[in-house]
DNA sequence: TCTGTACATGTACAAATGTACATCAGCGGG
DNA sequence: CCCGCTGATGTACATTTGTACATGTACAGA
């Protein structure tokens, strides 16, 4: 049975395996042919729906970030019930670590929006997210220092190989969320 | 007036116009003639000294990670100093951002680093550094995770482009460094 | 059934790239 | 000055890549 047509399923395909081409082998490494071969199409076909590689990887980027932001909704719920928030967040960063490719993707990603300022409000769909939550927990500058810490702590768990550093993480998060000043400081 | 031979000169020239190249350009983007043009040498000197590209580039990185690394020395001697190390770390952080390149140069490294295992060593130069300076200062535990907040923190600036959110990264520092428990917790 | 439009494909091509290496140049010692 | 070794250069080449587009196919409406 010949597939019927469906342009907007082939489009997702093709964005779907740009995500996960990125995310294998980054985006200096990125062409065409790969996204192709990964999402079972003619070449021809990821010029046909996109007018350059560049729009293409910007269009995965947009939506792999997109699909991470919206954990973050998953992670705000978490944090309001549980009794601990700084072992919820610990556990929270531990799992989307988990998900290897979705993380390199996000550092894939902050280092383009780096220099090239177009990629800029993609990136700051999970910074900005991530801080939010963070400062309903812990106020504006102790929350912002939270997501950075977050993120720091992530980046350092993909560049040693390895697992996130839970003590690190933890002792972190228990100093900013202490309950000193973190409702109720400006 | 021609000029000498220079071998080791010419080596280190290379290696310096691919650090610059890197930080300019990323390291997807770089390739012998880009960093031959950087160095003003001949497109053959650059496998003249260097077997391949990647080589080539890990010695790049290497170089710019010593180079970073040897600044912490400085960091170091700073915050012992200081009356009010949080402020100075602060202080060394916008400095260190200040060179835009250099930072970039940092999170290509980090970034590669999560793929490729033999730059992990070279990662480690500034993530071992940064961690033992802030350990000294709030301990193990708080002491690493006030270096990934530094880490992220400076990251998060390179992607939206601006400059340090020092407020931030004080306020961080102040409760990781707040005398409850640095000097004697475990 | 025919037709026009939209979808899809695979080829072609110019440009770019990493690498190899034949050849040339510099230099120091005899 | 000559020679051999080391340093240096620029060309060549096979491969890869982004992009363009002629051609073919699918499909809905008349």
């Given at each position: 049975?010949?597939?019927?047509?469906?342009?907007?399923?082939?489009?997702?395909?093709?964005?779907?395996?740009?995500?996960e081409t990125i995310a294998e082998v980054?985006?200096?490494?990125?062409?065409?042919?790969?996204?192709?071969?990964?999402?079972?199409?003619?070449?021809?076909?990821?010029?046909?729906?996109?007018?350059?590689?560049?729009?293409?990887?910007?269009?995965?980027?947009?939506?792999?970030?997109?699909?991470?932001?919206?954990?973050?909704?998953?992670?705000?719920?978490?944090?309001?019930?549980?009794?601990?928030?700084?072992?919820?967040?610990?556990?929270?960063?531990?799992?989307?670590?988990?998900?290897?490719?979705?993380?390199?993707?996000e550092y894939e990603l902050y280092l383009?929006?780096?220099?090239?300022?177009?990629?800029?409000?993609?990136?700051?769909?999970?910074?900005?997210?991530?801080?939010?939550?963070?400062?309903r927990f812990a106020g504006p500058a102790?929350?912002?220092?939270?997501?950075?810490?977050?993120?720091?702590?992530?980046?350092?768990?993909?560049?040693?190989?390895?697992?996130?550093?839970?003590?690190?993480?933890?002792?972190?998060?228990?100093?900013?969320?202490?309950?000193?000043?973190?409702?109720?400081?400006?």
């Amino acid at each position: 049975m010949t597939a019927r047509r469906d342009p907007d399923g082939r489009r997702e395909a093709i964005v779907r395996a740009a995500v996960e081409t990125i995310a294998e082998v980054g985006l200096g490494q990125v062409t065409h042919r790969r996204i192709a071969a990964r999402a079972g199409v003619p070449l021809g076909s990821t010029t046909y729906y996109f007018p350059t590689l560049d729009d293409l990887v910007a269009a995965a980027l947009r939506e792999g970030t997109e699909a991470a932001r919206a954990l973050l909704e998953d992670w705000a719920e978490a944090l309001t019930v549980s009794p601990d928030p700084a072992a919820t967040l610990v556990e929270l960063a531990e799992r989307y670590l988990a998900d290897w490719d979705r993380a390199l993707l996000e550092y894939e990603l902050y280092l383009a929006a780096a220099r090239t300022p177009r990629l800029r409000p993609v990136a700051a769909l999970w910074t900005d997210g991530l801080r939010g939550i963070c400062a309903r927990f812990a106020g504006p500058a102790r929350g912002f220092a939270l997501a950075a810490l977050v993120d720091g702590a992530m980046l350092q768990a993909l560049v040693a190989g390895g697992p996130l550093e839970a003590e690190t993480l933890r002792a972190g998060a228990d100093a900013l969320l202490s309950p000193r000043t973190a409702a109720g400081s400006t």
